[in-house]
């Protein structure tokens, strides 16, 4: 009998071939039907951009701490952290929550599997967590979750073809990043921030048990809500580490006692229903969507660095609260103000404060005061005599005399003059500019605005940076606060005159950076450009920082327009409704500005701008200047000082009987009576 034959009637060796056979039939039937299945999943390489759909825009102080996160209505707040930025005690405690054997499996831990499968085939509801870190990943990202075989079995082969193209760390590190924790926080570093208010890589391992306990069910654990569950699934967590060998019995013990005996609120973080700070991060929120659009702010994980500065934020709003209390204990009828600071040298807006209280709605808090246009009063008066300075002929200077007097001034055809009146009552005879602007005296400012011309009053407006004044049918009453302009466009002007005469923009925003650091915008040292002679800038000042000139009308309230240990320039103003009150004034540090009201417009009782929101000025000045140096204001090179005569503003001579000294721009020299010889 031949050897071919003899093999044949073997039965061993006929089982054997035929089995060895039909495995060979069986492997290529799983690897046909595992490209077939491979080849209608998507792309393993896309995984981490699936995983990152959004991330949380950030926005900081000046210094780096966090003020607001920006992301989806319908997601959260995300920000990707490397793997080595990432607390071991978290990643430990979820290895041995999720995936035990992750460092060891292909993509699939086959024991969890089958665990899996048996379930779903059994239809029982209590499917148990079986699927493993690259499995879970793939649900999240690729596929739904609905509980059938064939779902499952794809999700094995994306989690091996993904466990293929990808290392392990990486795997770890897009899951840690992409994970729902509840409260809104996907991944570690939100779930760190929103749970203990401190970065992932910060975490301890009782913070870390804590959080990663929460992944697989975020609301029956929620910590500030169910504390005792969470306490237990907490318990559930450092059991597993020391069963898979993470940490040892002691650490678990250690990690358990150490919130013994403490609440959760001196545990957790408060739960983030509020922001500090609300009107200047709403702000700056709507000028990034401005710029850049609302889909990519919500969901493009900006870093955003502002110009806010805390210290200073935080005497504001005291500032501001304690001003309106004090102001609601006399029955003043003012319940809301508004701050604003901006450091003149660079245009950041160091301060703003929109309203005493954004969350009452008895005063409308949540609207941003700082930038509602409102009347000004006579806080625009500085504008107006600088129209004069600016003129190329028959200019006025702070010498020149004004007849303060019962004046009737045309109104347009078919309408009776126009007759203003001074806030004492009183006509004041002849009076200086520097007297008429110090005293805030309103018939010689109408006069001024006739001289100047209203079309040369709103461009100068315009080069200071106030957009507002746009309606074609202003009269002279303009420089008496027929206009409404912004707390912040009303700052912003008077740091013109702080910075001798130079604008540079405020602005809200330092830096825009990308998730990965590339630079998107840059507004350190940004640069401005001169908007007015800084001569004509020196002489206003000198007139709004002169304590004696302004005592007349002001006499012991002039006071809350000084600061003790240095020189400051001031101006207030109150429509003639008793609607607004206003103050704003400088030092060359820092300019600020502060309106008193009602949101609704309801009349205060009778209430000027140098008694309603001069005090919280005051306050806010003398406590914002306490450790910066005493800097003076300087007069540029071409100002020069020349003895007048009192009673017409001329240069001096013989004849005068009083005489004082004045500024002058050294081209604008008032007229000289000397005869020439």
């Not at 309606?471 to 912040?488: C, F, Q």
Request: hydrophobic share 40%; glycine share 8%.
């Amino acid at each position: 009998m031949s050897r071919r034959s003899s093999s044949f009637s073997n039965p061993l060796a006929f089982i054997l071939l035929l089995s060895a056979v039909f495995l060979l039939f069986v492997a290529g039937i799983f690897l046909i039907g595992y490209a077939h299945i491979a080849a209608t999943l998507p792309a393993p390489e896309e995984l981490r951009d699936r995983a990152n759909t959004f991330k949380t825009t950030t926005i900081y102080d000046r210094e780096g701490n966090l003020l607001y996160e920006i992301f989806p209505n319908d997601a959260g707040r995300r920000t990707i952290t490397p793997l080595a930025s990432i607390s071991h005690h978290l990643i430990n405690a979820t290895l041995a929550v999720e995936d035990p054997n992750f460092y060891h499996h292909p993509g699939v831990d086959p024991v969890g599997v089958a665990r899996a499968v048996y379930y779903v085939l059994k239809q029982d509801e209590r499917l148990p967590g079986g699927s493993g870190i690259p499995q879970q990943l793939v649900k999240l990202t690729f596929l739904s979750a609905e509980k059938t075989l064939t779902r499952k079995l794809k999700e094995a082969i994306l989690a091996i073809e993904i466990s293929r193209r990808y290392g392990k760390d990486e795997i770890l590190e897009i899951y840690l990043n992409h994970i729902p924790y509840g409260n809104l926080a996907f991944g570690a570093e939100a779930a760190a921030q929103t749970y203990f208010d401190k970065p992932a890589s910060h975490l301890t391992l009782a913070e870390s048990s804590l959080i990663a306990g929460l992944t697989q069910a975020p609301g029956l654990y929620d910590p500030y809500r169910n504390w005792d569950r969470a306490r237990d699934r907490q318990a559930d967590v450092l059991r597993l580490m020391v069963e898979h060998g993470f940490i040892t019995p002691d650490e678990a013990t250690a990690a358990w006692l150490e919130w013994e005996g403490k609440g959760q609120d001196e545990i957790l973080a408060s739960d983030g229903s509020g922001f500090p700070h609300p009107h200047f991060v709403l702000m700056v929120r709507r000028q990034l969507e401005q710029t850049y659009g609302a889909d990519v702010v919500s969901k493009g994980g900006l870093r955003v660095t502002t110009t806010l500065d805390l210290h200073l934020q935080q005497l504001a709003e005291d500032a501001v609260q304690e001003g309106i209390d004090a102001l609601q204990k006399i029955n003043a009828n003012a319940n809301n103000a508004a701050l604003v600071a901006i450091a003149p040298e660079s245009g950041e807006i160091v301060a703003l404060v929109g309203s005493p209280d954004f969350n009452n709605d008895e005063i409308d808090g949540q609207i941003n005061m700082a930038l509602a246009p409102r009347q000004t009063g006579s806080v625009i008066k500085p504008l107006t005599y600088l129209a004069t300075f600016e003129m190329p002929e028959d200019y006025w200077t702070p010498a020149k005399i004004i007849m303060d007097e019962k004046t009737q001034f045309p109104d347009g055809a078919g309408r009776p003059p126009y007759v203003p009146k001074n806030y004492d009552g009183k006509f004041h005879g002849p009076v200086s500019v520097r007297s008429a602007l110090a005293n805030s005296y309103n018939i010689p400012a109408v006069k001024a605005l006739q001289h100047a011309s209203i079309p040369a009053l709103i461009q100068l407006a315009e080069r200071l940076g106030i957009t507002t004044l746009t309606r074609p049918d202003y009269g002279l009453s303009l420089t008496l606060g027929g206009g409404e302009v912004s707390l912040l466009e009303m700052t912003g002007a008077f740091a013109v005159f702080a910075n001798g005469g130079e604008r540079i923009e405020p602005h809200a925003i330092l830096t825009v950076e990308t998730d990965g650091g590339d630079l998107l915008e840059d507004n350190t040292g940004r640069s401005g450009s001169l908007v007015m002679s800084p001569a004509h800038a020196f002489l206003i000042t000198s007139i709004l920082s002169d304590q004696d000139a302004r005592r007349p009308a002001f006499g012991a309230s002039a006071r809350l327009l000084e600061l003790p240990d240095r020189p400051v320039a001031a101006k207030t103003g109150t429509t003639d409704d008793w609607r607004d009150g206003w103050t704003v004034g400088y030092t060359p540090q820092l300019v600020t500005g502060v309106w008193v009201g009602n949101t609704d417009n309801r009349e205060m009782n009778h209430l000027s701008g140098v008694r309603s929101a001069a005090p919280i000025w005051r306050q806010f000045m003398q406590d914002a200047h306490k450790d910066l140096p005493v800097r003076r204001f300087s007069p540029p090179a071409n100002v020069v000082k020349r003895e007048v005569c009192s009673d017409t503003g001329f240069l001096a001579h013989p004849e005068c009987e009083q005489r004082r000294t004045e500024f002058f721009k050294a081209d604008q020299l008032p007229p000289d009576p000397t005869p020439t010889p």
